[in-house]
């Protein structure tokens, strides 16, 4: 039975349990968000000793970071060694996206490798293993699923319908998902549907078998700003939230990814066009992206739509890396693009329903040891506490406050003004 149909009726298990207790939420208020699909729980049946981790509504924006392998760059060790350091940086989830070397290999390395949840594209592996038949597409599902991955992204929103909706509204870059584009070779080549579209049932039943939590891909995610918000996209959405009532009749946990490359000012406007036509389905973003023209600071312009993407109602950011369109990230990039995400998620969560309280605390944390001069407290507060020490320490000069104020540090001023004036009040008032 999976985590979802237990829900339904009534009861709590233990991963609904210890993800209510780490978020600090009613076990059962939990439980009827899980039943209804407004929460999914990733936890393959298969795979023993993942921390249990949530994503939707009422709980803290999660971080997901992409690591794998290409065909220029095929070193498991290398990918084993990204996931390790982006969990160890904090990340909720990570996904395999290899496509070089051998597959099946690396993926069982990254699953043995962390506790948390692991996601992957089976897609892929029928694309790199020349077997992008319908059979070929679900044996990969299949293999994924009996390797223990907890989530496993689907283009299902890729069929006929949506690509004549595309062909009538011509776009700059096309389609940039690498899923997509492999959906799109399918159908070009056989004439037939997406299988995975075409055959959603069966797809819902090898999920269940698992409980396999389903993120229904983006495959018409826009790729560039002059491509955002366009008829495709939205024809997408509508399917996606058709799909997500179908696989919540069955029992089955889904998400839906969303864009892609947005305008700030269009963001919002998405986020709860997605929300809406899905039913609250708990939402994965990449990014959004909001300019084009950064390569190299792609991690940021990405964390700058994460925030508004979470406050509008986001609930699972993908990390963008510096090597974002121009290389596979370094271990160096996976860290910085884990913490970078991080900070807009929790910048979002500032504003979040139900999370907010709790997110403010570790602020107010941070801001009453600055107000003291306590270093070792702002250390404790900082979301990469080893950061922060080397940039403070770098330059050998050590100070009570920072080496940009010194001696007309504004707190200690402020503070020692505050009170000789209280102390003047005090002895003119004897």
């Not at 997406?194 to 959603?200: A, G």
């Not at 990405?302 to 699972?316: E, H, R, S, Y």
């Not at 406050?401 to 503070?415: D, F, P, Q, V």
Request: net charge negative; glycine share 10%; aromatic share 4%.
């Amino acid at each position: 039975m999976t985590v979802m149909e237990e829900a339904k009726r009534g009861r709590v298990p233990s991963s609904i349990e210890a993800v209510a207790k780490r978020e600090g939420v009613e076990p059962a208020k939990l439980a009827a968000l899980v039943a209804a699909g407004r929460v999914v729980i990733p936890r393959n049946i298969r795979r023993e000793g993942q921390e249990p981790i949530g994503m939707g509504e009422l709980l803290t924006t999660k971080v997901n970071v992409n690591v794998g392998t290409s065909q220029n760059l095929d070193s498991p060790e290398a990918e084993v060694e990204k996931a390790l350091a982006a969990a160890e940086a904090g990340a909720d989830a990570v996904m395999d996206l290899s496509t070089g070397g051998d597959l099946d290999l690396v993926r069982r390395m990254i699953l043995d490798s962390v506790s948390i949840p692991v996601g992957s594209v089976p897609l892929y592996n029928a694309a790199v293993k020349k077997d992008l038949t319908s059979q070929g597409m679900f044996n990969a599902l299949e293999k994924h699923a009996k390797d223990g991955v907890d989530f496993v992204t689907v283009h299902v929103g890729v069929n006929k319908t949506s690509l004549e909706r595309l062909s009538l509204d011509p776009r700059v870059l096309g389609v940039v998902s690498r899923g997509g584009s492999l959906t799109m070779k399918y159908i070009s080549e056989t004439g037939e549907d997406n299988p995975y579209y075409s055959e959603y049932d069966y797809l819902l039943e090898m999920a269940k078998e698992y409980d396999l939590t389903l993120s229904l891909g983006d495959g018409l995610r826009p790729g560039c700003i002059e491509d955002a918000s366009d008829r495709a996209k939205y024809m997408e959405f509508i399917m996606l939230g058709e799909l997500v009532k179908r696989a919540r009749s069955a029992g089955v946990q889904a998400m839906v990814e969303g864009p892609g490359h947005v305008p700030a000012d269009e963001i919002e406007t998405s986020v709860k066009a997605m929300k809406h036509l899905t039913d609250g389905a708990p939402l994965y973003l990449l990014g959004p992206l909001v300019t084009d023209i950064a390569p190299g600071y792609d991690h940021i312009t990405a964390a700058i739509g994460g925030v508004i993407a979470g406050m509008a109602g986001a609930d699972f950011l993908c990390a963008t890396t510096p090597s974002e369109h121009l290389d596979l990230p370094t271990i160096e990039d996976v860290i910085e693009g884990t913490y970078v995400t991080r900070v807009a998620a929790h910048a979002a969560d500032l504003t979040r329903p139900g999370v907010r309280e709790r997110a403010r605390a570790w602020d107010l944390k941070m801001a009453k040891a600055r107000a003291q001069l306590d270093w070792n407290g702002q250390f404790n507060a900082a979301i990469n506490p080893a950061r922060a020490k080397q940039i403070r320490h770098r330059r050998g000069v050590e100070t009570d406050t920072c080496t940009m104020c010194s001696e007309l540090c504004a707190i200690r001023l402020s503070k020692e003004a505050m009170e000789k004036g209280m102390g003047k009040k005090s002895t003119g008032g004897k």
